[in-house]
């Protein structure tokens, strides 16, 4: 497939190898400020982004840039009908915006706060890890995660996913505590904690504990390059999927689209 890069950061340099890895071409890589992209635009020249894309003959967009950003990259980007992949966080109060856009245009795009395929899979064992043990009101159960010493938030939006799977599995975990405890945990909180430390890339654990036994189940994230495999396979299912018609174009979809 022809990709055209939209944001040539960390994550768009990555995107680029496990593209090719992949055995696709990369047809454009448009930024703001990178030395090495091909296009370099003004910021603000959201339409000049769009101009590169369309001139590039690509198939598919994978956009990784920055929250100030994407917004004005997607409004430029979706009357192009071209599907997107886009991973850039942070612009969850526009997303009717551009929901609403993609109708009326009759594109389609996808985004996903994690597109590394194992954490999507985790989250389906845990939901359904979750279901099992439920039906055994010995077993309490808890999510823990931690991340690097630069992460300002906490928990992470992986953490508060695994942790609503838990409660779709689970329904008699009816409340989420991202805090200490001052007083005994009722049965219907669940607990979700964070570490801060030296240079962690992402662990998630989910903690089901009984008076005879425990379980755990971890996530462990080696490196930022599974985001990157993943968005490039989240764009091959997107494209397939909408060629095929099982998708329908006009939305904006998510992971669980596609692997649920
Ligand atoms: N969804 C995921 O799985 C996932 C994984 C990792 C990172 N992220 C997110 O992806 C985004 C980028 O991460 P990164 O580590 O590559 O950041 P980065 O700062 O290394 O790269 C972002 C690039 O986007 C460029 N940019 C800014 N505005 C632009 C515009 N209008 N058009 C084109 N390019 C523009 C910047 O100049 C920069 O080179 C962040 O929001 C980050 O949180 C998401």
């Not at 192009?80 to 009717?96: D, Q």
């Not at 689970?170 to 945990?185: G, L, W």
């Not at 009984?210 to 490039?232: C, K, N």
């Amino acid at each position: 497939m022809k990709i055209a890069l939209v944001g040539y950061g960390k994550m768009g340099h990555m995107i680029e190898s496990s593209a090719k890895a992949l055995g696709h071409e990369i047809v454009a890589t448009i930024d703001v400020v990178s030395k090495d992209a091909g296009v370099v635009v003004e910021a603000g020249d959201y339409d000049g982004v769009a101009d590169a894309v369309r001139k590039s003959g690509a198939e598919g967009v994978i956009e990784f840039s920055h929250p100030s950003a994407v917004v004005g990259n997607l409004r430029a980007l979706v009357p192009l009908g071209i599907p997107i992949v886009c991973g850039t966080t942070g612009w969850a109060s526009s997303e009717e915006e551009i929901s609403a856009l993609l109708a009326e245009k009759n594109g389609v795009a996808m985004r996903s706060s994690n597109f590394s395929i194992g954490v999507n899979m985790f989250y389906r064992i845990v939901e359904e890890a979750a279901r099992l043990l439920s039906e055994y009101s010995e077993y309490d159960v808890a999510v823990w995660e931690a991340h690097h010493n630069q992460k300002a938030d906490s928990p992470s939006g992986t953490a508060l996913e695994v942790a609503r799977r838990v409660m779709a599995g689970n329904p008699s975990k009816t409340e989420m505590v991202v805090d200490a405890f001052h007083e005994r945990p009722k049965a219907n909180e669940l607990h979700v904690s964070s570490t801060r430390v030296g240079s962690v890339p992402g662990t998630h654990t989910v903690f089901f504990d009984s008076p005879a036994d425990s379980i755990e189940l971890t996530h462990r994230a080696r490196s930022r390059e599974g985001f990157a495999r993943g968005s490039v396979v989240a764009l091959e299912k997107l494209v397939s999927r909408v060629n095929s018609g099982s998708l329908a174009r006009g939305k904006l979809y998510g992971m669980s689209d596609l692997f649920d």
